[in-house]
């Protein structure tokens, strides 16, 4: 019993500082840097139930900046403190840290910085954020840092793997699979959130994304144009913020009289207001061709709303492969409309529930939290 206590005592007095090197002039406050990682800091709110959380990052803020559970430590952003970030690593030491996590991968100088000035018994993470392999010099620094490198974040191994092909990572056993982020939404009552968005009929289907070539829009309208000749009232609402590609989204829908009658182009959306589009909807359908992991597609889960998702690896890790959505091979329409028509026909309200139960779960920031706190748990015990 007693080393039961000392155990969950000491767990509780660890200290996790994450450190983000990048530049970041553009952000004057600090309310205004966690606004725009707020998918993020929601799982470090919830780290701090179980331990001491510090966030360590350059914006055009200096000071020190206590929210909900996380003490943030900013420093004055410029190129120079990034390249040589001495003064960052002076502000973490002087925390004494269990554990530096490090967000992204494409900073082996920082790391081997980090470490000279840590010494060998803080554990270092690195997380992954969307990286994909350098070549050249930083992939030769790169695999020089993996040696003072205690553990890798990834969302799937599947992403992982391609740093393991590459030989930057070269122990497997160091790779954990957890989701970078979350959302608070929570799902708002159907009727209601239809009378806020305007959406009607009981086969609404919701696009939120940019819309790019990776997004993959044009996929989306011709597969839904198939659907359509077999149930004609369904209904698609495009939500976006980007819109490259909406000069050719708009020539796909008025070429298409089905198209013209069933998609309304929303564009940007206050966020505050998604929570009762997606509540709103049925379903949220997606053409993404790779993603780190779709912080939209979590929105919609959050709420209830049934996925179509292309079968990339972060999207069949988040349905749990077809068990709380559907998926087809990006860039198929014929597979896309089959889908379309498999996900009108099914039982939507158990269907919608056991998602927003398996939400709760797995992809809370709480359960986020609670599954990195387990990692780290095991780290501190090798």
Same mark, same amino acid.
């Given at each position: ?33 966690? $606004? ?18 510090? %966030? ?63 010494? $060998? ?27 003072? *490198? &205690? ?12 740093? *393991? ?46 819309? &790019? ?5 044009? /996929? ?6 198939? %659907?359509?000749?077999? &149930? ?22 008025? $070429? ?21 589009? %997606? ?37 069949? $890790? ?13 860039? &198929? ?23 927003? /139960? ?25």
């Amino acid at each position: 019993m007693l080393l039961q206590w000392w155990s969950a005592r000491y767990i509780f007095f660890m200290k996790i500082v994450f450190i983000a090197y990048n530049h970041l002039p553009g952000y004057h406050s600090p309310e205004q840097w966690i $606004k725009r990682i707020k998918p993020f800091a929601g799982v470090m709110e919830s780290l701090s139930r179980y331990c001491q959380v510090y %966030y360590a990052g350059q914006i055009n803020y200096a000071g020190i900046w206590s929210q909900d559970g996380v003490e943030y430590h900013f420093l004055q952003s410029s190129k120079m403190r990034s390249r040589v970030p001495f003064h960052l690593h002076q502000t973490i030491k002087k925390l004494r840290p269990d554990i530096v996590i490090v967000l992204g991968l494409h900073f082996p100088l920082e790391i081997l910085q980090l470490r000279w000035s840590l010494g $060998k018994k803080v554990k270092i993470i690195a997380r992954h954020h969307a990286d994909s392999p350098p070549g050249g010099i930083r992939k030769i620094l790169l695999r020089i840092a993996d040696h003072y *490198v &205690n553990a890798y974040l990834f969302t799937t191994q599947w992403h992982a793997g391609e740093w *393991v092909d590459a030989r930057i990572i070269r122990n497997r056993n160091k790779i954990h699979e957890l989701f970078e982020a979350s959302t608070d939404f929570t799902r708002e009552d159907k009727e209601q959130s239809k009378k806020k968005t305007g959406m009607r009929g009981d086969h609404n289907f919701l696009w939120v994304g940019r819309l &790019n070539e990776n997004k993959d829009p044009i /996929t989306v309208l011709a597969g839904f144009e198939k %659907y359509l000749s077999e &149930n004609p009232v369904a209904r698609l609402h495009m939500i976006f913020q980007e819109d490259d590609l909406l000069p050719a989204v708009r020539s796909k829908i008025r $070429k298409s009289s089905w198209l013209s009658n069933a998609v309304h182009l929303h564009g940007l959306i206050d966020y505050n207001e998604l929570p009762a589009w %997606y509540s709103a909807a049925d379903f949220f359908i997606s053409g993404s061709h790779r993603e780190g992991g779709s912080y939209a597609l979590l929105e919609a889960m959050a709420c209830g709303c049934i996925p179509v998702v292309t079968a990339i690896p972060a999207s069949l $890790k988040t349905i749990c492969n077809d068990k709380y959505g559907l998926s087809y091979k990006a860039g &198929n329409v014929d597979e896309l409309a089959d889908k379309l028509s498999m996900a009108g026909k099914l039982s939507k309200v158990e269907f919608s529930a056991n998602i927003e /139960t398996y939400f709760k779960k797995e992809l809370s920031s709480q359960a986020i939290a609670g599954k990195l706190y387990r990692i780290v748990e095991n780290l501190q015990a090798i």
